[in-house]
């Protein structure tokens, strides 16, 4: 499985780690203490945890600066039979993980014992453009890159380390 390397500016490292969801009783510990009304950040660490922190935290900082499986931004529900994940996306700028990435998040909202909706209800296609080598994200099918127009690849290509 992937492991995606920060590709963010050097200035948004450190900070505060986000918080690992070993267990079920680690969220419910967690959620109680949060605003679930609003999105957090989350990272899906080497080992396969969960991460979490409030949205305002960058996924490098929640990450504690390591590679990750996976990232991007999600929102909780409670229903009758407990919480489950609302909205998740890979939308993470600085780690920029590909949509493949969403076996390695599903397994760590099962571990949290997290229902959730099968895949990416938000996804971003990330590419890093080969003639200018600036990160582009694809909108609407459209492979060129915004800022000078090459050709982007089919393949995810954004760590170039």
């Not at 080992?47 to 922190?53: F, R, T």
């Not at 060129?144 to 690849?153: D, F, H, M, N, Q």
Request: hydrophobic residues 40%; glycine residues 10%.
């Amino acid at each position: 499985m992937r492991l995606y390397r920060y590709v963010g500016p050097a200035e948004l490292m450190g900070g505060p780690a986000g918080a690992a969801m070993v267990s079920p009783a680690a969220f419910e510990r967690w959620i109680a203490r949060a605003d679930a009304s609003e999105p957090f950040t989350y990272v899906v660490d080497r080992h396969g945890y969960l991460l979490l922190a409030p949205r305002e935290c960058e996924h490098v900082a929640c990450a504690g600066g390591s590679r990750v499986r996976g990232a991007g931004e999600v929102t909780f529900a409670r229903d009758a039979d407990g919480w489950l994940v609302r909205t998740v996306s890979n939308q993470s700028t600085g780690y920029c993980p590909d949509v493949t990435s969403w076996p390695a998040v599903a397994a760590a909202f099962e571990r949290a014992a997290l229902r959730h909706p099968g895949r990416f209800s938000d996804e971003l296609t990330f590419r890093r453009c080969p003639g200018c080598t600036e990160l582009n994200v694809v909108k609407d099918g459209d492979f060129a890159c915004t800022y000078c127009g090459t050709a982007l690849p089919a393949r995810w290509n954004v760590d170039r380390g």
